[in-house]
């Protein structure tokens, strides 16, 4: 790669870090208006093809955003990025509605400082999505012939801008850290209009908004061992820890008419006014175990906790939520890297299953969430690659008035790689 082309190509890196924040959003679950959004557990598209394999096993094509401990597997220079798009169909026992979105779904950039002992990397990622719209009908009570619609959504979530490190502490024992500068806004609206029986609008058509924007850092651990079982076998093992803790920012809130309630200065019931303050996010652990026969195949088992029993909202609502637990197993295999008459030979194959029981429960219900992975990486030259992934899932229930959700989410992207950069010349 010519220098002319790095310095593009860092350039491109930079453009799309510093406008793409509003971008970085994609569609999430009818859910995620409860608690601060639905969680990316999940990784970049090679580990989402797996079911979310990331935390035991790294690769030297791939930034590693799972495992910190991993980028010491990186051998080579790696930019990365990718685009979502996610469609719901979502049905109670009485509807049925479907909802669609998308953007940009991740930027990865992996830095190979010496190869096999220490590595780096960086990039912009989403932790948390927002995205929702719901209307809810009900009686008013005391009110005879009037009803009460009310129109509620959510829009936002939380990304990180990430440095992480991880290099080689003793024999097959490898540790990381990851740095991260957390930001973002979620906007929430109820707009209620009062209607009688012949469907005309009765009184005045009120609206509560909320706009929580979030400015602080975390960071994660991770630590990474491996086993040679035979010439060419090698079990592994990994473990995360994240901590985001105390989350700080300012929230704004107002009830007022219809359409005012992003005004400070208009009339209404001003409740917070950019007032400072932090929403506290539980730890995550995370483990897994996988087994690779180099250059060939990687089957792995890992699982993620996080206890939102502890999880504590910006305006100090108790916590309704429950202890997260995602268990993904993944698969992947190449059928023969070296055969240069045979493209498709040299492509890799991903196949996972993920299971999550996410902290949401309502009406004594818990919510569950079952999908099936699927995608590849096709080679484009000598070491550049085109990934994909996509999710066939069903979250939710139609038991207890609750909704069930199936969709399917597909990720598309790139990496481009390259070996001379790490490396001394003899001639520059």
């Not at 995360?240 to 005012?260: E, M, N, P, W």
């Not at 506290?280 to 897994?288: A, D, H, K, M, T």
């Not at 899932?393 to 139609?398: F, P």
Request: proline share 3%.
């Amino acid at each position: 790669m010519s220098s002319k082309l790095k310095l593009n190509l860092l350039g491109v890196f930079c453009a799309l870090f510093l406008f793409t924040e509003v971008s970085a959003q994609s569609s999430a679950s009818t859910y995620s208006a409860l608690g601060i959004g639905e969680f990316n557990y999940s990784g970049l598209t090679h580990n989402q093809a797996m079911g979310g394999l990331g935390i035991s096993f790294g690769s030297g094509w791939h930034p590693n955003v799972v495992n910190p401990a991993l980028t010491t597997r990186n051998t080579i220079f790696n930019f990365q990025a990718a685009m979502n798009y996610k469609r719901i169909n979502a049905q109670t026992n009485t509807e049925a509605s479907e909802v669609d979105g998308g953007g940009l779904s991740y930027i990865a950039m992996s830095l190979p400082f010496k190869s096999g002992k220490f590595g780096g990397g960086l990039g912009l990622n989403q932790i948390t999505s927002v995205n929702y719209r719901l209307a809810v009908g009900s009686a008013v009570n005391g009110a005879e012939n009037i009803a009460a619609n009310n129109f509620i959504v959510g829009d936002g979530g939380i990304s990180e801008a990430y440095v992480n490190f991880g290099f080689v502490l003793a024999k097959n024992l490898s540790i990381g850290v990851t740095g991260s500068y957390l930001f973002g806004s979620t906007i929430r609206s109820n707009q209620l209009t009062l209607t009688n029986e012949n469907g005309n609008i009765v009184g005045n058509r009120t609206e509560y908004y909320e706009r929580l924007t979030v400015s602080d850092v975390g960071y994660k651990l991770g630590a990474h061992y491996f086993f040679p079982i035979s010439e060419k076998g090698q079990l592994h093992l990994g473990a995360i820890y994240q901590h985001l803790g105390d989350v700080r920012g300012t929230a704004y809130a107002k009830l007022a008419a219809f359409g005012q309630a992003d005004d400070p200065d208009s009339d209404g019931d001003l409740i917070a006014n950019n007032d400072p303050g932090s929403v506290y996010i539980p730890n995550r652990f995370g483990f897994g175990v996988s087994y690779e026969k180099s250059n060939k195949y990687v089957i792995g088992l890992e699982a993620q906790l996080q206890d939102f029993k502890q999880y504590r909202s910006f305006l100090g609502e108790e916590s309704i939520l429950k202890e997260a637990l995602k268990i993904g197993l993944g698969f992947q295999i190449i059928p023969n890297y070296q055969a240069i008459d045979s493209y498709l030979k040299r492509t890799t194959y991903r196949f996972g299953l993920e299971y999550q029981e996410t902290p949401y429960a309502l009406n004594q219900t818990n919510i569950n969430d079952l999908g099936i992975n699927f995608g590849a990486s096709f080679p484009v030259n000598q070491l550049s690659l085109v990934n994909f992934a996509v999710k066939l899932g069903r979250r939710g229930t139609l038991e207890n008035g609750l909704i069930r959700e199936d969709y399917v989410n597909f990720t598309l992207g790139f990496s481009l790689n390259d070996n001379s950069w790490f490396y001394k010349r003899p001639f520059d």
